[in-house]
Structure formats: structure tokens, C-alpha cells
Nanobody
Framework: QVQLVESGGGLVQAGGSLRLSCTAS????????MGWFRQAPGKEREFVPT????????FYADAVKDRFTVYRDNTKNTVYLQCNGLKPEDTAVYYC??????????????????????WGQGTQVTVSS
């Protein structure tokens, strides 16, 4: 089993920055992909970025591209999400997710939360205007 714990959320003014952290524990060697999703009140959970553990390849949602950066520190089993240029529409609960199931090439939809089988508890990010 893999457990995920997020931290780093908070209240920030528009244009400000936050760094979210997600620390994995347990059988971390089984993690193939780690992603960040967010969910605002009354909205569906949406993809933010993802990072593959095999080669650190990353993918971003268009809404955050060029503002957010995802990266890993293997020594700490931690994935970070650096959020710059925050906007009020970035306000949401941010969730860290991991997939421990290996899919055939082309079968894994990193934008779809149903492909991730481990989730953290979430951390609130609030951006004031």
C-alpha cells in the first residue's frame, strides 16, 4: 500500500505563490505516476499536472501551464507543485494522486482521476482577489 500526505496549502493574494508537497510512504517503488488534481465547490475534480516516476516526464493542464511546475525529490519520496501567479480561479482543494498499476503504453489517461488508485486527503488553496 502507498499512503499520500499533502501539505502547503493556504490563503494567498492574487499573483502570489504557494508550494504544495505530497509525501509518499509505504511501497513507494510501486508508484508509476503521480499527479495533482483540484476540486472547487460544485465542480468536478480536474487534472492539474502529472509526473512519471520512470523518467520525470511531465504533463500540464492548459489552465496552469507556464504558472505551475511539478517536480520530484526521490530522496524524500516527495512530489512538489510550485504554484506561481495564482489567480482566484485556482481556488480549490488540491489532491495528490498516484497510480500503482502499470498500464500498457497508450492506455493510461493521466487526465482522468479514475486511473489513479491512491489519493491524499487534500489541501485547501484559497486565492483572494
Amino acid at each position: 500500500q502507498v499512503q499520500l500526505v499533502e501539505s502547503g496549502g493556504g490563503l494567498v493574494q492574487a499573483g502570489g505563490s504557494l508550494r504544495l508537497s505530497c509525501t509518499a510512504s509505504g511501497r513507494t517503488s510501486t508508484v508509476y505516476v503521480m499527479g495533482w488534481f483540484r476540486q472547487a465547490p460544485g465542480k468536478e475534480r480536474e487534472f492539474v499536472p502529472t509526473i512519471y516516476t520512470s523518467d520525470d516526464k511531465t504533463f500540464y493542464a492548459d489552465a496552469v501551464k507556464d504558472r505551475f511546475t511539478v517536480y520530484r525529490d526521490n530522496t524524500k519520496n516527495t512530489v512538489y507543485l510550485q504554484c506561481n501567479g495564482l489567480k482566484p480561479e485556482d481556488t480549490a482543494v488540491y489532491y495528490c494522486a498516484a497510480s500503482t498499476q502499470k498500464y500498457a503504453s497508450g492506455d493510461f489517461d493521466y487526465r482522468n482521476p479514475h486511473f489513479y488508485n491512491r489519493w491524499g486527503q487534500g489541501t485547501q488553496v484559497t486565492v483572494s482577489s
